[in-house]
């Protein structure tokens, strides 16, 4: 499942995507979802979030494995955004966008 912040538009704008072209679960953050997932209200605030039984990745990561899922194209970018050296500038990327994303339009 695939934890987004639901009350950021920009977030929201991106989940909506997603929708579009996977097959996987999403989730607002609802307070539900939320306990369910064992993450706190600042957890999901502070990053989107990939949650399975055997995998719990946080921002870049957390993208990158949802791309993944989506196939052709985009998990190839999915993969390659997981792994050094790329996965820094992807790191550094997603940690500016998660910082202005109030600003995106």
């Not at 949802?66 to 790191?91: D, M, N």
Request: net charge positive; hydrophobic share 45%.
């Amino acid at each position: 499942m695939l934890v987004y912040d639901g009350e950021c538009d920009f977030c929201c704008r991106c989940a909506s995507w997603l929708r579009k072209r996977g097959e996987f679960p999403l989730s607002s953050g609802t307070d539900e979802d939320l306990l369910d997932l064992a993450l706190s209200r600042a957890d999901a605030k502070r990053a989107v979030w990939w949650i399975t039984g055997t995998e719990r990745l946080a921002g870049h990561e957390a993208i990158g494995r949802a791309l993944q899922e989506i196939g052709g194209f985009w998990a190839l970018f999915g993969r390659t955004i997981r792994i050094a050296p790329l996965s820094w500038i992807a790191s550094a990327t997603y940690r500016w966008v998660a910082t202005h994303r109030h600003r995106l339009r």
